[in-house]
């Protein structure tokens, strides 16, 4: 969630919680905020490196560390290796599927309008 900071407009905190304990961090007039040493230790997040925000069937915000290319390849060509489909089968068909949720996703926001 975002509450407007009242000393400093160009100013957000985002409130992220963990368990039963809550971690504000400040979000920049660019949108910018510094996900705590903590978190990125627990989701495994590299730095520099980045993240993507999804939202959950709850309405909650999930954030998800997204994988260099190079370990997105190295795991796909071992699972490529233990069935039939190469690497870039598997690749397309995931995105495929991602392709499929997204608008899933975008039907059900239309019927909620």
Do not use: C
Not at 25 to 30: C, D
């Amino acid at each position: 969630m975002y509450y407007k900071d009242s000393s400093i407009t160009e100013y957000y905190s985002l409130h992220m919680t963990d368990a039963e304990e809550g971690t504000t961090v400040t979000v920049t007039s660019k949108g910018q905020a510094t996900i705590p040493k903590e978190f990125r230790d627990k989701l495994h997040i590299d730095t520099p490196g980045r993240v993507r925000f999804v939202e959950n069937e709850t309405g909650e915000i999930v954030i998800r560390p997204v994988k260099r290319p190079s370990e997105i390849r190295g795991a796909l060509a071992a699972k490529a290796e233990d069935g039939e489909q190469s690497a870039t089968e598997l690749l397309r068909e995931e995105r495929e599927r991602d392709k499929k949720k997204a608008e899933e996703k975008e039907r059900r926001s239309e019927r909620d309008e």
